[in-house]
């Protein structure tokens, strides 16, 4: 049976506002739930029992990070990388794993990323950026303590980064594509040891948003809709976790869960109400426009915290059709105010 850990606290706290970011790596970061990704994503696992995974996950020797024991919390590897100047990246999850075939079981043989993305509408391809954090992974390993000195480049570790979207377009949801590099002969067949190459692999994850609570398939998929999109009480994302996944947590007070996976609307709940209440209540032109204000301003703020454009937060929060263009219209202007005032 697996252990009691702090997943319920992740799940059940609410003593201080969160961004949706921070809880999806708090979730992520729990040993129970990176040993089942792991389990599915990483090939090097798929035949290790689930129970033995933790086993094989380390800490940084160079940032002397260790896993805390006492609740199953992963703090893994340094998530900061300024190795190129002006381009600082900082990783959700970074964590040293031990393969299960090595010889030498003290040394770390692969890197694992993971990153929580709130949304795939990016301005960019996603998976680009996907591409180029896992190119920094490769290329930081050169000179570091737990890396490879000089020109060793046989100790190049493999990198695995997944990334898990939140919310998508409907034509993604339910995918989980691998990017990975291979070999192809071009002219006379000559193949080299699969290890020299096979040296990074993508994974992009997007979980739908709806399942069939009632099957029997309890895979990754389901668990992360479970864990971020689903829309359940504490207490019955507790009881799935624990029914479906064996997922142990602790005896507490339940409390509702509703704020903490979907952040936006206990971030700007109070505000809402206080914004477009004041206009209605003075039922003036002036007193509807200074709620109309307050409200553009805190979506802008949600819009920040959550990577979402303006017209998903609105929807979140299910305001009138008929006040939306007024708020955008209000929206843009702070924006060209904050715009020159930093010119």
């Known amino acids: 049976m697996i252990k009691v850990n702090e997943l319920n606290e992740m799940i059940d706290r609410n003593d201080r506002p969160i961004t949706y970011d921070e809880y999806c790596k708090r979730i992520?970061?729990?040993?129970?739930?990176?040993?089942?990704?792991?389990k599915e994503c990483v090939?090097?696992?798929?035949?290790?029992p689930l129970a033995e995974i933790p086993n094989y996950i380390e800490n940084d020797p160079a940032m002397n990070e260790n896993i805390d024991k006492a609740n199953d919390k992963i703090y893994g590897m340094n998530t900061e990388d300024i190795s190129v100047h002006g381009a600082k990246i900082i990783f959700d999850i970074i964590v040293g794993i031990r393969l299960p075939d090595s010889p030498n079981k003290d040394n770390i043989g692969l890197i694992l990323n993971i990153e929580a993305q709130a949304n795939s509408n990016t301005p960019y391809p996603l998976l680009n950026r996907a591409i180029y954090y896992s190119s920094r992974l490769l290329a930081r390993q050169k000179n570091r303590p737990d890396g490879f000195q000089?020109?060793?480049?046989?100790?190049?570790?493999?990198?695995y980064s997944i990334w898990i979207v939140m919310n998508s377009k409907k034509a993604t949801e339910?995918?989980?594509?691998?990017y990975e590099i291979r070999e192809t002969c071009l002219r006379r067949a000559s193949h080299f040891p699969k290890e020299t190459y096979d040296k990074l692999a993508i994974i992009?994850?997007?979980?739908?948003?709806?399942?069939?609570?009632?099957?029997?398939?309890?895979?990754?998929?389901e668990l992360l809709h479970i864990l971020f999109k689903a829309d359940m009480t504490a207490k019955e994302?507790?009881?799935q976790l624990e029914k479906n996944y064996g997922i142990m947590m602790t005896k507490k007070t339940e409390r509702e869960v509703e704020g903490m996976c979907n952040l936006s609307q206990i971030h700007v709940d109070a505000g809402r109400k206080e914004g477009l209440a004041k206009g209605r209540k003075e039922g003036r032109?002036?007193?509807l426009a200074e709620g109309l204000a307050i409200l553009s301003k805190i979506i802008n703020n949600m819009m920040k915290k959550t990577n979402q454009t303006a017209d998903e937060v609105m929807k979140i929060l299910d305001i009138d059709k008929e006040l939306q263009p007024e708020i955008s219209k209000l929206m843009n202007t702070q924006n060209d105010i904050k715009y020159k005032h930093l010119k």
Do not use: A, T
């Open 237 to 239: 994302k507790k009881c």
């Open 150 to 159: 000089h020109s060793d480049f046989q100790n190049l570790k493999k990198v």
């Open 174 to 178: 339910g995918v989980m594509n691998q």
């Open 285 to 287: 032109k002036e007193g």
């Open 28 to 38: 992520l970061c729990d040993k129970q739930i990176l040993s089942r990704i792991i």
């Open 204 to 221: 992009m994850i997007y979980p739908k948003s709806k399942y069939d609570m009632n099957d029997d398939k309890y895979d990754l998929m």
């Open 43 to 48: 090939s090097e696992f798929h035949d290790i």
